[in-house]
């Protein structure tokens, strides 16, 4: 799987998978937005299919903070393969999931 670090969300297509994420809400989506392109996160894609967004939280330690997968490719496996990538990308030895309740079930 070749994940790729999303550098200009806004201007992604990787943008309306994201929004399956945060949910409904405009603000949320902007939220996100504004939370990657701070750097304190970061937002990889997998084609325009799928992404997975973390936050690094200590040696070898990361919080997904969203993931994601367009309604057509969902039941695939591209939501772990994308994890499965991370951990190795990143060599992590932890990872936890960020969960609200404005999130989309997954």
Do not use: W
Request: net charge neutral; aromatic share 8%; charged share 25%.
């Amino acid at each position: 799987m070749n994940l790729q670090r999303v550098e200009q969300i806004e201007k992604d297509p990787i943008l309306n998978v994201l929004q399956y994420a945060v949910g409904p809400s405009e603000t949320s989506l902007k939220k996100a937005v504004l939370y990657y392109e701070s750097n304190k996160g970061a937002l990889y894609r997998y084609e325009e299919k799928a992404c997975i967004g973390i936050e690094i939280i200590g040696a070898n330690k990361a919080r997904i903070c969203h993931i994601a997968v367009a309604p057509q490719y969902r039941n695939k496996g591209i939501a772990l393969q994308m994890i499965k990538e991370v951990v190795k990308m990143l060599q992590l030895t932890y990872i936890e999931a960020e969960t609200d309740n404005e999130a989309v079930e997954f």
